[in-house]
């Protein structure tokens, strides 16, 4: 373990924010170790390496899916899936709520808006998440809680142009917290920041960072393509 957790876990208890350590690529003894120090919330962003993970560590373990997810891949992750943040149309929300009501399971979600610059991140553009709010069958969906959003901001050195994207989806956040509260719906959750920008987002309202190198290090290759 980067002797790193242990400051930043503090810095994140002083400012209230959670911490999602991603451990995507690395084994199961590096989380073995955080988990040792108190880390619960742990983050993967492929469904077979989750499910590979999941089954070798204490049940106590809450395991966040940060990646992308197919809908045909839910089913897997159903069972224990603690908070999915990759949530980016309606379809994938009805699977969850179908697969959460076959485990009576009430899951939590964030959905995905897109604020950066690149088009190689997933996610709903603000007008389609306003739609999906809106959205009448969204409100039938009675085994999903919305609980927030997530957003990626740009990959970029330029921390004006980060800082905008965040501000940008903390206001989008304020707004649907006020406007859509409702059985299914309980805004709280807003996830933003990676080991690049995550002091910012903090500065800018997140309340839940994902910190992968930062914590554990240079990522390896990908685990599930060996
Ligand atoms: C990998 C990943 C992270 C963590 O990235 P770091 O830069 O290593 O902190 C956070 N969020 C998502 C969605 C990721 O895929």
Redesign the pocket.
């Known amino acids: 373990m980067d002797s790193n957790y242990l400051e930043i876990k503090k810095w994140c208890n002083e400012r209230k924010v959670n911490l999602v350590a991603?451990s995507?690529t690395h084994p199961v003894e590096s989380i073995t170790l955080l988990y040792k120090e108190g880390q619960r919330m742990f983050?993967e962003?492929k469904v077979q390496e989750i499910m590979m993970k999941e089954c070798q560590l204490p049940p106590d373990v809450q395991w966040h899916l940060?990646?992308h997810l197919q809908s045909n891949k839910v089913k897997f992750i159903a069972p224990f899936i603690s908070l999915i943040?990759?949530v980016d149309s309606l379809k994938l929300l009805q699977e969850i709520n179908k697969q959460a009501l076959k485990n009576s399971r009430i899951q939590n979600v964030l959905l995905q808006v897109f604020i950066a610059d690149e088009n190689t991140k997933f996610g709903l553009s603000k007008e389609e998440c306003f739609s999906l709010f809106e959205n009448k069958e969204t409100a039938k969906l009675k085994n999903i809680r919305i609980e927030g959003l997530m957003g990626?901001a740009t990959n970029s050195d330029d921390e004006k142009k980060v800082r905008k994207e965040f501000k940008g989806l903390k206001k989008m956040f304020d707004t649907i917290a006020k406007k859509y509260a409702s059985d299914n719906i309980e805004i709280k959750t807003l996830s933003m920041g990676?080991?690049?920008d995550y002091k910012i987002a903090v500065e800018e309202g997140s309340n839940m960072v994902?910190?992968?190198?930062?914590i554990f290090g240079e990522?390896k290759a990908p685990i599930t393509s060996l």
């Open positions: 991603i995507k983050g962003n940060v990646g943040h990759s990626m990676m080991s690049s994902r910190l992968g190198s930062v990522r």
